[in-house]
């Protein structure tokens, strides 16, 4: 069974920047894409970006390409998401999780508790 733990969100103002980490433990994390989705109260959870196993490919959301990095350390067991140029639309849960590949944003395991971004003045 996975465990995934969810760290560094915050308030922020709008422009400013965030690193968001997910630490997993359970497997070998180096085996498996994954993903980072964000979801608002009342809406369905929307994929965010996805990262391959050994970090050769990635694959974002529209509305984040050139402000949002993902990126990952299997030494570590830690996915990172680096947040830039942050809007309010980008308030939000965030989570994250495995996937099928970088080129497909479906979650495959449990969610974690999440990390809270909000991007208020």
């Known amino acids: 069974q996975v465990q995934l733990v969810e760290s560094g969100g915050g308030l922020v103002q709008p422009g400013g920047s965030l690193r968001l980490s997910c630490a997993a433990s359970g497997r070998t994390f180096s085996n498996y894409p994954m993903g980072w989705f964000r979801q608002v109260p009342g809406k369905e959870r929307e994929f965010v970006a996805a990262i391959s196993m050994h970090g050769g490919a990635t694959n974002y959301r529209d509305s984040v390409k050139g402000r949002f990095t993902i990126s990952r350390d299997n030494v570590k067991n830690t996915v990172y998401l680096q947040m830039n140029s942050l809007k309010p639309e980008d308030t939000a849960m965030y989570y994250c999780?495995?996937?099928?590949?970088?080129?497909?944003?479906?979650?495959?395991?449990?969610w974690g508790q999440g990390t809270q971004v909000t991007v208020s003045s």
């Open positions: 999780n495995s996937v099928p590949s970088a080129y497909s944003p479906r979650a495959l395991g449990s």
